[in-house]
């Protein structure tokens, strides 16, 4: 048995068990992936994976106890590994942020600025994705700190915590006729062509559901990944916004109106992820600590190192 088998018992799951993609991940080939796994269920004497044919279709019994060690065993070979970093370089290094584009371009600013002005000597490197893509960085080690939806809370390798919660609003171009509508209603905005979130992007899902509940259809001409080209188009008059209540910039968007929405779509929760059971240095405990200040140091080490399913620590900011 040997680390490159364990990960690539653990990377098949994270992959939905498709080879081509866990052979990605691991650069190496799918051949050698598969002879790894023959060669690993050979010495166990069980079979790891359930299969239909050559595809893989999910994990025996024996196949989730070892996922569960296997993912112990690279964590904790990883911290071994950060030791050095942990304890020699407390106050420089590089702060790795997979985050969404409206956290990267509105929620973040704030906080990176005090966070520089207390570690100077800390480089900061922010990339952006959906939150699929924000999870994978995390889980894979390629980031520190996760910064998404509900995607970290629900993922049981993340010890997730509240960031802030959001509601959508309405943008519009100045005198547009919904601005005359007290209350906005669903049936107000059916009328009207839509530019919004794609699906699988910052609370999507809340807008479809509500349309759904209403019996109304939504008539989303077009959707986009972040905030500003949403904002964009609503302005060429293109349609209707629909976007985070937090993307809207009253000094920059002066070429819109802002409608509050609260009242039509469920709120929303950002969430701040860290990989479980994995050493940090002491400056990303304290930008999580900066980024939801009824949040302690201790708080958040208890959470990240807990054994066994803990309930998420959601602090009221």
């Not at 680390?3 to 498709?18: D, G, T």
């Not at 019994?61 to 950060?82: C, D, F, S, T, Y």
């Not at 910052?202 to 905030?227: M, P």
């Amino acid at each position: 048995m040997n680390f490159q088998q364990l990960k690539i018992i653990r990377e098949s799951a994270r992959c939905n068990y498709n080879l081509t993609e866990v052979s990605n991940m691991l650069f190496t080939s799918q051949s050698g992936v598969s002879r790894h796994i023959r060669e690993l269920e050979d010495e166990l004497g069980v079979e790891i994976f359930i299969r239909r044919g050559k595809r893989l279709l999910g994990l025996t019994e024996p196949g989730k106890e070892l996922l569960a060690v296997a993912e112990r065993i690279l964590n904790e070979a990883q911290n071994i590994r950060r030791l050095a970093d942990v304890f020699s370089k407390e106050d420089a290094g590089v702060l790795t942020i997979a985050t969404t584009h409206t956290q990267a371009r509105y929620s973040l600013p704030k906080v990176i600025k005090a966070f520089r002005a207390i570690y100077p000597g800390v480089r900061l490197e922010l990339h952006q994705g959906s939150p699929q893509e924000v999870l994978a960085m995390l889980l894979s080690g390629q980031a520190d700190v996760g910064i998404a939806s509900e995607k970290l809370m629900n993922d049981p390798s993340v010890a997730a915590f509240t960031y802030y919660r959001w509601h959508h609003a309405v943008v519009v171009p100045p005198g547009h006729p919904l601005t005359l509508q007290h209350p906005l209603t669903l049936q107000h905005l059916s009328e009207q062509p839509l530019i919004t979130y794609r699906q699988g992007i910052t609370g999507r899902s809340r807008l479809d559901d509500a349309f759904t509940r209403a019996a109304l259809n939504a008539d989303i001409v077009l959707s986009a990944q972040d905030s500003d080209v949403i904002k964009t188009y609503v302005e060429l008059g293109l349609g209707v916004g629909i976007l985070a209540d937090k993307a809207y910039d009253p000094v920059r968007d002066t070429g819109l109106q802002l409608i509050n929405a609260e009242h039509l779509f469920e709120g929303n929760t950002v969430w701040l992820g860290l990989k479980k059971a994995q050493l940090q240095r002491n400056y990303v405990w304290r930008f999580i600590e900066l980024c939801n200040p009824g949040l302690s140091v201790n708080d958040i080490k208890e959470k990240v190192f807990a054994v066994g399913d803990e309930p998420v620590i959601d602090y009221q900011i």
